[in-house]
């Protein structure tokens, strides 16, 4: 599975991600947690989801589409509802 090495931001997607409560920040923190590594699967037409949590525990999940050399453009984020909840506890860690 691909890591995600870098996320380009635009006004557009932070604004977006910013209606459903979620700060780039928080985002980052998901990709980038070294102490609860995110569990990332692959969706259609190079869509990945990233399910993880950020370091004061809030579980989110982020729509990405990959680029070259890990470089990822944030689509949507959201807090996670309890089905993703329970995959990511799962699945992931």
């Known amino acids: 599975m691909r890591a995600i090495s870098s996320i380009k931001w635009t006004e557009e997607n932070v604004q977006h991600i910013a209606r459903h409560g979620i700060r780039p920040e928080e985002v980052e923190e998901v990709c980038f947690n070294e102490d609860n590594v995110p569990f990332i699967r692959s969706g259609r037409e190079n869509l990945h989801y990233v399910f993880g949590r950020t ?21 949507t984020a959201r807090d996670m509802n309890t089905w ?10």
Not at 55 to 75: D, N, P, Q, T
Request: net charge positive; hydrophobic share 40%; no cysteine.
């Open 55 to 75: 370091y004061s525990g809030r579980f989110l999940f982020v729509v990405a589409k990959f680029a070259r050399h890990g470089e990822a453009r944030v689509i």
């Open 84 to 93: 993703e909840k329970n995959y990511f506890k799962k699945r992931g860690k």
